[in-house]
């Protein structure tokens, strides 16, 4: 079945530091990858997605992604983090059915930012 | 143009009764899709319209069910309401549902059982 692992529930940063959130994904097939970012009360935003060609993925608010075949990740990356950064990021793989799309979340990063 | 709007935004019902829950998607999107969102259980698929037909359902019982409008506008129903069914109740839309489209989020409808 498919799965995605954010082996991380919780991490703190300081705001200027690096960030990398990790993420792994179960599936037989070439998987078509997201990163959603999800602050209170909101729904989810995308930063970035992966379907083919070049493995270093760059999305909105200055985040990368890296898709890494042989070891079933697909890591999150920003080199500086910003206060507003503080949120809730899901990895997701979409588990397409050849109907439609259907997108199974891993459970979850929460991202605190300290100043 | 505006995003994906859901309706309400709270709501409070007791164990039994039943409710419904409005996501009008982004002009021109014609896929719905419905994800519930538990601290428990996280974000899991609930089920997905297109054209006014489901073309994909999640593992939920027969208490959660949906339609779409020829306007695309969607309805999700739960009947016969229990406590874990507390969430957050997200939907989503896209120009045809396909995999390489991105899926846009509204805000969620929170739902409390009491």
């Known amino acids: 079945a498919q799965s995605v692992t954010q082996p991380d529930i919780h991490i703190t940063v300081s705001e200027g530091a690096s960030l990398e959130l990790r993420c792994n994904y179960s599936?037989?097939?070439?998987?078509?990858l997201f990163w959603y970012v999800q602050s209170p009360g909101q729904g989810l935003q995308l930063l970035l997605k992966?379907?083919?060609?070049?493995?270093l993925v760059q999305g909105i608010k200055g985040f990368e992604a890296e898709f890494k075949r042989s070891q079933s990740s697909f890591n999150l990356r920003k080199p500086s983090v910003h206060w507003s950064d503080a949120a809730e990021y899901f990895c997701?793989?979409?588990?397409?059915?050849?109907?439609?799309?259907?997108?199974?979340f891993g459970t979850g990063t929460r991202l605190q930012v300290t100043l | 143009k505006a995003g994906v709007t859901q309706t309400p935004r709270y709501l409070i019902k007791t164990r039994g009764q039943q409710v419904t829950l409005s996501c009008s998607p982004i002009?021109?999107?014609?896929?719905v899709s419905w994800y519930q969102q538990t601290p428990g259980q996280g974000l899991q698929f609930l089920f997905e319209?297109?054209?006014?037909?489901?073309?994909n359902k999640g593992n939920f019982p027969g208490r959660f069910s949906g339609r779409q409008f020829s306007n695309s506008r969607s309805e999700m129903n739960v009947s016969t309401l229990e406590l874990g069914d507390s969430a957050l109740y997200l939907c989503?839309?896209?120009?045809?549902?396909?995999?390489?489209?991105?899926?846009?989020f509204g805000p969620g409808t929170r739902l409390l059982v009491l």
């Open positions: 989503a839309s896209s120009i045809e549902g396909r995999v390489e489209e991105t899926q846009y």
């Open positions: 599936y037989g097939a070439t998987p078509y």
């Open positions: 992966y379907f083919s060609g070049d493995t």
């Open positions: 997701a793989v979409d588990t397409f059915t050849g109907t439609a799309s259907k997108l199974t």
């Open positions: 002009s021109g999107h014609r896929s």
């Open positions: 319209y297109f054209s006014e037909t489901q073309r």
